[in-house]
Structures are given as C-alpha cells and as structure tokens.
C-alpha cells in the first residue's frame, strides 16, 4: 500500500513563515501535511512541481460570501485564485440573526452595502434559520471547495433586537444593548470567529439609509466587545472588524484601544487612502500605533491595490449613466441596448448631450463627477493592463494621442469586442498615481493584507483575484517601484492572516497542518481579463476574472483544482472558533 495520500514533488517550497524558499517534497496523508523534505516513499497520487513554487493556501478573511455560501459550492471566484480560506460577514452585513420579517431588508442592506443582485440572494437562500447558531448549522451542511468561518453582522443583530426602530440614528436602550452583546456572545460561542460593523456614509442600503451600526455609540460596541471577550475566554476567538469613516469627532481609535484592553481581543479595520475618511492613512496608521503602545491590539486592514470600479456598459456604472440617452435605453435587454449603443447617429446623440445628476446619488468626494467626467482618473483596460498604471495610460492621456475628445475615446473603448470594453477607475487607495505607498505597509506587523470584498460588488469590482495579484504584480512584474518578495508575500496572504483569525492550523507547510496547498507557476502566472458573467441565480450578474498559472489547488489533502479547472472535490467545510495543531509549537 502507498505510504501517503500524494506527493507533491520537486518544488519551490515557500512554507509560509517567511523563511528562504528551498527545493523539496510535500506529503500529504488524511488531510494534513505529513512530512517535508526529500521524500523516498510512495503515495497514491503525485504532482510533478519541479520548477514550480509550493505555497500554503491562501487564506481570505474579508469576504462576502453570506448568501453564495448557502448554495454554491465551487465558491468562485476566490477558489479561482488559491484560496482555501475566506472569513465572510464583514462589514456588520450578513444574514443571521434574521426574523422571518426581516429577510427582504436584510437583503436590501447587502445589495446597498455590497452590489450583490437582491434577486439572487432571494432565490439563492432558503433561510432555513433565525439565530445565529442555526444559520451556522445550515452553512455546516453543504460541502465547499473552501474553509468558509463567520462574523456576527452588526446590522443583523442590530435589526433582529430593534425591529421597526432600527433606523438611521436609532439610540437601543441599555436592555436592547444587553440583548445585542448577548446573541454577539451565543455566535462566538457557536462558533462565530468574530463580530463586524460598519460605520461609513458610502455604506447604504438600496433604500439609501445608512446601515445599522454607522451611528452607534462607543458605549454599545465596547459592550459588545466586552461579550465577545467572554466567549473568547470561554474559549472562542474573536475579532472586531470595522469599516470606519474614522471622523475625527468620533475618536474611533480611542474606544477601539479601550474595547481591544478591556476585552482582550484584536480590533481590525479598513485602512485606506479614501475621500470619506476624515484622517489621512497615515494619521490612521498612527493613531492605531499610539493605540498599541499602550497595550492594544489592533491590525489595519491593507488592500493591494487600488479600490476602483472597473466600468462597463452592463456593469453597475459607467461615465455615461447620466446621460438622458442611456437613461432612455437603461432597463432594454443588453442585445437591444448594444444596437443602439453601436449606432453611429445614437453615439452622437449621447455625446451632445451634457449629464443630468437629478436622480443621482449624493456626491461623496466628487465619486460621480470622476464616473462621468474623471477622463484623468480613468484608465483604459487593455490586454495587458497594469493595476498600478502611468498618466499616459489615462483616458484622457490616450485621447489626445489619438486625436479625439476624451468622452468620444471612452465610448468607443466601451463599444470595443462588441459592447464589452471596459475603463478602469480607482477611486479609494490611488491619490499618489502609484502604489509606493503601500510597499512599507506589507512589511509591518501591525498590518494584514486584506479588503478583496470577494463575492461582493458583483458588478463593479473583482478584487477576489487580489492573491494572483499580490504575486504577479507586487513579487514578480512590479514596474514603477520597489517590489516585494516572494516569501514575505505568501507569509502575507498565508500565516499572517491565518493567525488573525485563530486559524493556527493552516498557513504553514509543516508536518501536523491542514494540507492546503498552491502549486503555482511563477513564470505563467498572470490575470485573465474580466468579464461579465449572469450565473447567479435569477440570472444575477457578476464580475468575474480568473488567472493562468495555478498547476493546482489543494484543499484538506483533496485536489480542488487542476490547471485552473475545478475537479468536482468539496473537501472544505465550516469553521468552529479557533483551530489548534498539536504539532504547532513545535513547528514554529
């Protein structure tokens, strides 16, 4: 009989603590990693990886897989790029606890909050739960390529323990805060690997009203950390996860060093360059850091790269949504709309005619003027496009090249490969026209590379591809700044991350770990183009995007993925609370 369930042979080890990379063998028996090293046994099955890098799998933990989780399996398009991992629930939106009355606002608040068709959240979810214990028992039964764990979502709770008085502003009695750090407790305790909430204008619902949460007082969320402190000794894990306006009014970083004191817990939150955060990124990082010295613990969230909107013609915006002609043609199906949009006398009709911002959303930050006018801002995708892109790769750069007015270059860019073009426009962690900014913030201990949103803003964003891009862009064809390396990456997006979450058994390749792995061609690994694709259910739209170079994928010992295709396998399952490795401190 065969010594091992697989070998992985003759890779690049990159083993996720950071250490020098080293050429050796992976054995896999019963789910966990079995030895390392040169390996004279047999196995079941083997994968060649002789010039190929062997990492852990990557783990994901800001993601919004609330609704897709309940029924889909394949978990796309993270499981796309060597996750094996996604901690969801982020933001305080999810959809447990939920009283049978609250599904449909429940709902609103994540297609507000996340662009997440509603439609196919009401026919996806089958809301065989009201708690948030039950809403983990139904996650438990369905089996996933991916680990998927939890958050308790604020606006959630904040719903389920208010009713009709959660609204804008609402101030909960001292009973209704009770309540709420009671359920905060029972989900820890079921197993819930930490509590989020949202407190950012530019989080709304499809109604327009701030979420739950953006207006709650340090008093209620230092108690409910107080709750999650308990189930944390009882023996839990949990973090506080936050997206933050950051006002300087609000003086977030002192309740949140006293919450992280008080409780014993971490606090993480979205840090990012942003036209909505009154203090600077490096007044935030500050902020935190005075916060840690005196005995906090909070970790700033890092995205990878700009956070943008990718525009297209049936995406969720593009520069010519206010324009009366689209208005006209907005709710045609697309092949009656590409028509129009494809006729020379229509094109001049919407070019003549200047936008009308009566019915747009409230302008934060000049967000809709850079949608329909920012030609500066905004980036022409070609095949090789560069995430990280120079001045002249703008629209208005290229147009003036070309001889033409900006807005004419952007509609025929949009028109291009019959009506499926698309302009890249970031709008938060871009105000230097570089990335150099980031490059000390993947080196520092009091930071986690973060913020993909994958499964959320369905048709804007796809940043769920943000691993493939932490290791084409930043480790191997970075072109206008310092890179990083390739160790340092996968520690990054691997054991850094798992830890946050108390995920001590992954992220690590050493004997005793969960045996989730990447083989990854360093030389073929490169991003796909996005595309626009209606396999949600009720035929829901998503932007998708995938990547060349994953040899394979490696869930709990099982092959999830071959050459970019899933193989069928759903080894991955639900996360309960922290996971141990008896093995781990010796590993270390």
């Known amino acids: 009989m065969a010594q091992y369930d697989l070998i992985i042979r003759g890779g690049t080890i990159v083993d996720g603590t950071g250490a020098a990379a080293f050429t050796g063998d992976v054995a896999v028996k019963d789910g966990l990693i079995a030895a390392v090293g040169t ?82 959240l009401a026919e996806g979810m089958t809301w065989d739960w009201e708690t948030f214990p039950e809403y983990l028992d139904a996650l438990d039964k369905l089996p996933r390529t991916v680990d998927v764990g939890t958050h308790v979502p604020h606006g959630a709770v904040r719903a389920y323990v208010l009713g009709d008085r959660e609204k804008p502003g609402a101030v909960p009695t001292e009973a209704d805060i009770a309540e709420m750090s009671r359920i905060v407790e029972e989900g820890v305790r079921a197993g819930a690997l930490g509590f989020s909430t949202s407190r950012t204008v530019l989080h709304k619902s499809v109604d327009g009203e701030l979420v739950p949460g953006t207006t709650a007082t340090a008093e209620e969320l230092v108690a409910i950390g107080k709750a999650m402190g308990r189930a944390k000794a009882a023996g839990g894990h949990a973090v506080f996860e936050m997206a933050s306006d950051l006002k300087r009014e609000w003086n977030e970083f002192e309740w949140m060093g006293k919450l992280s004191r008080e409780a014993g817990i971490p606090v993480t939150f979205a840090a990012l360059q942003s036209i909505a955060k009154e203090l600077s990124l490096d007044e935030q990082i500050a902020q935190m850091r005075a916060e840690n010295d005196n005995g906090a613990n909070i970790v700033a969230q890092i995205a990878l790269r700009g956070n943008g909107i990718i525009m297209a013609w049936q995406g969720t915006v593009h520069p010519f949504r206010f324009r009366p002609s689209w208005m006209a043609i907005a709710d045609l199906p697309w092949e009656e709309q590409r028509a129009k949009l494809l006729d020379p006398a229509f094109k001049a009709q919407m070019l003549a005619e200047p936008n009308d911002y009566t019915d747009a959303p409230k302008d934060i930050g000049g967000v809709v003027m850079a949608i329909s006018m920012g030609w500066t801002l905004q980036y022409e995708m070609d095949p090789d496009f560069d995430y990280e892109p120079a001045a002249d790769a703008s629209i208005n750069a290229r147009a003036a090249a070309a001889g033409v007015a900006p807005q004419e270059y952007a509609y025929d860019l949009l028109c291009r490969d019959e009506g499926r073009g698309f302009i890249y426009l970031p709008i938060l962690n871009y105000a230097d026209g570089n990335l150099d900014f980031l490059h000390p913030l993947q080196h520092a201990e009091d930071t986690v590379n973060s913020l993909s949103d994958g499964g959320a803003h369905c048709g804007t964003i796809c940043d769920a591809a943000s691993p493939t891009f932490m290791l084409e862009h930043w480790v191997k064809s970075r072109r206008r700044g310092a890179r990083i390396s390739l160790e340092q990456a996968i520690k990054r997006q691997c054991r850094d991350t798992a830890m946050l979450y108390g995920l001590e058994d992954r992220g690590l390749i050493a004997p005793g770990y969960l045996a989730d792995l990447n083989v990854i061609d360093m030389e073929r690994l490169k991003l796909g183009k996005p595309w626009l694709a209606f396999d949600l259910p009720a035929g829901g739209k998503r932007l998708l995007q995938k990547a060349d170079g994953y040899v394979a994928t490696i869930k709990s010992g099982v092959v999830t993925f071959r050459d970019g295709q899933w193989t069928g396998e759903t080894p991955g399952g639900l996360i309960r609370g922290p996971q141990r490795v008896e093995l781990a401190e010796a590993a270390e």
């Open 39 to 120: 390996i004279t046994g047999s196995a079941a099955k083997e994968i060649d990886a002789a010039g190929k890098v062997i990492a852990p799998g990557f783990v994901d933990i800001h993601t919004h897989y609330d609704g897709q989780a309940t029924w889909d399996q394949e978990m796309a398009p993270s499981s796309w790029h060597g996750v094996t991992t996604v901690i969801m629930g982020n933001c305080g939106v999810g959809f447990a606890p939920a009283k049978p009355d609250r599904h449909e606002w429940l709902i609103s608040l994540m297609e507000g909050v996340e662009d997440i068709p509603g439609t196919a």
